[in-house]
């Protein structure tokens, strides 16, 4: 099993930066791929990056490509999510997911202001 809890996430102007970070729990955190989505109003769940279980490959959405970086720290079972030169279309609901598991986190809002 494997619990994720989401946080860093809130209110920030065009332009600026976020760091959201996941922690999980459970003992195969280290051995799955972690992946970050999101949801915006009204639409359905996006995927947005994913990092393999050493943290030497990863993967992005092609809209994020260059403003979000995923990276892990599994001495610290946390995953996160660099997020620059947000814009007003990055407001969303932001979701970690152990993809060994499917195990999703509760969410994380993110906002950002025009």
């Known amino acids: 099993q494997a619990q994720l809890v989401e946080s860093g996430g809130g209110l920030v102007q065009a332009g600026g930066s976020l760091r959201l970070s996941c922690a999980a729990s459970?003992?195969?955190?280290?051995?799955?791929?972690m992946a970050w989505y999101r949801q915006a109003p009204g639409k359905g769940r996006e995927f947005l990056a994913i990092?393999?279980?050493?943290?030497?490959?990863?993967y992005y959405l092609d809209s994020v490509k260059g403003r979000f970086t995923i990276s892990r720290d599994n001495a610290k079972n946390t995953v996160y999510l660099q997020m620059n030169s947000l814009k007003p279309d990055d407001t969303a609901i932001y979701y970690c997911?152990?993809?060994?598991?499917?195990?999703w986190g509760q969410g994380t809002q993110v906002t950002v202001s025009s």
């Open positions: 997911k152990h993809e060994a598991s499917g195990y």
């Open positions: 990092v393999d279980w050493s943290g030497g490959r990863t």
């Open positions: 459970g003992r195969t955190f280290s051995t799955s791929d």
